[in-house]
Structures are given as structure tokens and as C-alpha cells.
């Protein structure tokens, strides 16, 4: 069973930074692909990036440019850069993986984007 963990997350103004992180118990992060996404209130969650095992990133288009996933597999830990934030890319943020079929996902982290 993988447990995943959330950190990061924050209050920062528009434009601004922030870095997620996303650990993992164990090991499954270096075999498994890592999806982030995000859920504001009375919407659905979407995705916002995705990074293989083998270190493909996708991403979203409302964040492409601005978002960078990565991963450190020794860590076990996914990461995602957030800069030039805007006041709508405030939602809880989640990471998720896979394992045997079974979706694992993290308790969240909120980012707030105001100034």
C-alpha cells in the first residue's frame, strides 16, 4: 500500500513561486508514473501535470509555460515548480500514482494566489 504526502502549498501573491513536494512511501514513485492535479471549490478536480517514470512530463494547457513537473527518484519524491501564479490556479493541489491497478492519492496541500 503507498502513502503519499503533500507539502508546500501556501498564500502567495500573483505572480509569485511556490514549489510542491509529493513523497512517497517506499519505492514506487521510480516505476510509476505521478500525476498532480487540482480541485477549487464547486468544481472538479482536473489534472494539471504528469510525469512518467521515464521523466516525460505533460501538462495542462492553462499552466503550460508557467509549471514545471520533476521527479527525484532517490528521494522518492515528485515536485512541482509553480511560478507566475494567478489568482486562479488557487485550489488544493493532490498528487496521484498507481500501483496494481489501485489509484493512491495524498491529503492535499491548498495554494492560495491574492494579494
Known amino acids: 500500500q503507498a502513502q503519499l504526502v503533500e507539502s508546500g502549498g501556501g498564500l502567495v501573491q500573483p505572480g509569485g513561486s511556490l514549489r510542491l513536494s509529493c513523497a512517497a512511501s517506499?519505492?514506487?514513485?521510480?516505476?510509476?508514473?505521478v500525476g498532480w492535479y487540482r480541485q477549487s471549490p464547486g468544481k472538479q478536480r482536473e489534472p494539471v501535470a504528469a510525469?512518467?517514470?521515464?521523466?516525460?512530463?505533460d501538462y495542462a494547457s492553462s499552466v503550460k509555460g508557467r509549471f514545471t513537473i520533476s521527479r527525484d527518484n532517490a528521494k522518492n519524491t515528485v515536485y512541482l515548480q509553480m511560478n507566475s501564479l494567478k489568482p486562479e490556479d488557487t485550489a488544493v493541489y493532490y498528487c496521484?500514482?498507481?500501483?496494481?491497478?489501485?489509484?493512491?492519492w495524498g491529503q492535499g496541500t491548498q495554494v492560495t494566489v491574492s494579494s
Open positions: 496521484k500514482t498507481r500501483v496494481s491497478s489501485v489509484d493512491y
Open positions: 517506499g519505492s514506487i514513485f521510480s516505476i510509476n508514473a
Open positions: 510525469i512518467t517514470s521515464g521523466g516525460i512530463a
